[in-house]
């Protein structure tokens, strides 16, 4: 059997690089690879995308627009990294675990559009209580989150890590204050809620990880559930999931939850905190930005789309973290 070739388009930016670790050690694929000196050349380009099996565009919107207009092949997959279609009804949206159907359309698409970090632990939190009638549609949401500085690509690292005029000594920082962030459309629509949630991302001075946390005031909720109800409708929806995984109701609650925790690898873990007494509770996901939420899930869902069962691909391996981060 044919091994499929991948290409990735944009390989040396943080996402492409980290898929292609990811995928290097992989014996059931090919990747392939446009010379360097090459890589902005429109007619190589067009070739090398219409020559493959899959492309997996790590590209800025308007970049990944432009080289989708380069494929002509009808029988060319894409998956695409950036922002420019995961509210695109003809793309489908690349969260195998967002309902119980998810996995079997991404399998069938020919354009799948790789969600976004913070959206993907906040769909995980919340579509599964807006299904089960807990959260109404119409319910305001308010979305505190905070990242590893990884996750606003090369010009961040460098402000964080580097040693120039744009080098930043900020520990925390709260962000996207104007409160109109690119994901904010995406997760409206994926938690089918009617309106936009209060999105409210902050990033920390560490490299990688990320909590996205979902407050609740349960008395205020029309079903009045308890954190127990709430506990068990994500463990229901996920129960067999093999990258997401619900953890225990704790009582009492840890100290403290570390972000960093599951860097290089694809999996999340959902959590469940409450004050009974007061009504409240707090809903979090942990996930790698750059793993569940975006090169570990890009490689989920190619693996869906093309019919693959893995190999060596979800986590990276501590060499591969260092060199990929």
Known sequence: MTKPAIFIDGEAGT?????????AGRTDVELVAIAPEKRKDPAERARILNAVDAAILCLPDAAAREAVSLITNPKVKVLDASTAYRVDPQWAYGFPELAPDQAAKI????????PGC????FLALARPLVDAGIVPKDLPLIVPAVSGYSGGGKSLIESFEGSGPTR????YRLYALGLAHKHVPEMRLHAGLVHAPLFLPSVGRYAQGMLVELPLHLHALPKKPTAKAIHDVLAARYQGQRFVR??????????RLEPEALNGTNMMELFVFANDQAGHAL?????DNLGKGASGAAVQNLDLMLGLAGERSYALA??????AA
């Open 118 to 121: 913070y959206p993907t632990g």
């Open 283 to 287: 809903l979090v996901a942990r996930l």
């Open 168 to 171: 930043t000594e900020d520990r």
């Open 246 to 255: 619900v953890m225990p109701l704790a009582a009492p609650p840890p100290e």
């Open 107 to 114: 399998a069938a698409a020919q354009r799948v559009s790789n």
């Open 15 to 23: 996402t492409g690089l980290q898929i292609r670790a990811r995928l």
């Open 318 to 323: 501590a060499a591969d973290r260092q060199s």
